[in-house]
Nanobody
Framework: VQLQAFGGGLVQAGGSLRLSCGASGLTFSSYVMGWFRQAPGKEREFVAAVARSGESTYYTNSVKGRFTVSRDNAKNTMYLQMNSLKPEDAAVYYC?????????????????WGQGTLVTVSS
């Protein structure tokens, strides 16, 4: 199984980025997919998740209304559209796949992880 996150970069505060996570080696539509992030000196935290079908999504409070998670099961890809970025959004963003039935925010319940992509937000 491989998950590869990409799309990170340097953006000014208030700007936008779109992250993608490509998956291979698994039946993508059978997995809940999630985004987590880890800033320097901080623990990894949940950002957003999308159900297997893509119909249900869940966000941490700090990104609600600014970030949108989605997936394309035909392309084995998950996305995170990040708008109105703030300096506190800067982190390495990881995508992950969970075989659990429902959307979960708990990192230990995710079975597979990507390598992370760096998002830097300048003020």
């Amino acid at each position: 199984v491989q998950l590869q996150a990409f799309g990170g970069g340097l953006v000014q505060a208030g700007g936008s980025l779109r992250l993608s996570c490509g998956a291979s080696g698994l039946t993508f539509s059978s997995y809940v997919m999630g985004w987590f992030r880890q800033a320097p000196g901080k623990e990894r935290e949940f950002v957003a998740a999308v159900a297997r079908s893509g119909e249900s999504t869940y966000y941490t409070n700090s990104v609600k209304g600014r970030f949108t998670v989605s997936r394309d099961n035909a392309k084995n890809t998950m996305y995170l559209q990040m708008n109105s970025l703030k300096p506190e959004d800067a982190a390495v963003y990881y995508c992950a796949a969970s075989s659990r039935a429902g959307v979960t925010t708990t990192s230990r319940l995710y079975d597979y992880w990507g390598q992370g992509t760096l998002v830097t937000v300048s003020s």
